[in-house]
């Protein structure tokens, strides 16, 4: 069956560093995937996302790129802040289904 | 637009309770789907519907646990009897479509306490 893997947090960076959170998937078909944020207390919000291979997905500085050949939607931000420490899950909806499957979720903090 | 609109926002309650969360999916949104989140199990789907009618319930754990949708703005979850294993954040999200690329928006959540 589907499944989506992220790298274990938590991840604790300093302000202006680089971050990457690693996702990988497993899936029949082609599947579309997903980037969304939980910030504190809140529900879940669509980070970014990409429908096809070597789409690039980006909003607010962060950056994921399809890769059907490594099966991975790796998360990039080039110069995190202290207001991005959340927890960041990836997720993929395959088929026609609105059915999404996460990943376990990766705690990012920075810190000043 | 005031978002997915969950209530109670936090309950507590004692085992074998009943206990009912409900939810208001964005008007115009035809997709409602129901999670669970714990520490253990990370983020989990239990349910979701479509134009009111049940698509996918393979997530809901045991029978104890019942989900309806009487009309497109609104949809409870029930838990009945509640157990202590039951404690977790339960958010509720609907989208426009099940289409590819609809996205899906959350509700901020119900924190169930189970004692």
């Known amino acids: 069956g589907n499944s989506v893997t992220q790298m274990e947090g938590p991840v604790t960076l300093s302000e202006e560093a680089f971050l990457t959170i690693n996702c990988t998937y497993t899936a029949t078909g082609y599947p579309s995937l997903f980037w969304y944020v939980q910030y504190p207390g809140e529900g879940l919000q669509l980070l970014l996302k990409a429908t096809k291979a070597d789409d690039k997905g980006s909003n607010k500085g962060f950056e994921a790129t399809y890769r059907k050949e490594t099966t991975s939607f790796h998360l990039e931000k080039g110069s995190v802040q202290v207001s991005d420490s959340a927890v960041y899950f990836c997720?993929?909806?395959?088929?026609?289904?609105?059915?999404?499957?996460f990943g376990q979720g990766t705690t990012l903090q920075v810190k000043p | 637009d005031a978002g997915v609109i969950q209530s109670p926002r936090h309950e507590v309650t004692e085992m074998g309770q009943e206990v009912t969360l409900r939810c208001k999916p964005i008007s115009g949104h035809n997709s409602l789907f129901w999670y669970r989140q714990t520490m253990m199990r990370g983020l989990e789907l239990l349910i979701y519907f479509n134009n009111n009618v049940p698509i996918d319930d393979s997530g809901m754990p045991e029978d104890r646990f019942s989900a309806k949708m009487p009309n497109a703005s609104f949809s409870t979850l029930k838990i009945q009897p509640s157990e202590p294993r039951d404690s977790a954040v339960y958010f509720c999200?609907?989208?426009?479509?099940?289409?590819?690329?609809?996205?899906?928006?959350f509700g901020p959540g119900t924190r169930l306490t189970v004692l």
């Open positions: 999200a609907s989208s426009q479509d099940r289409a590819v690329l609809d996205e899906q928006f």
């Open positions: 997720a993929l909806r395959g088929g026609n289904t609105g059915k999404l499957i």
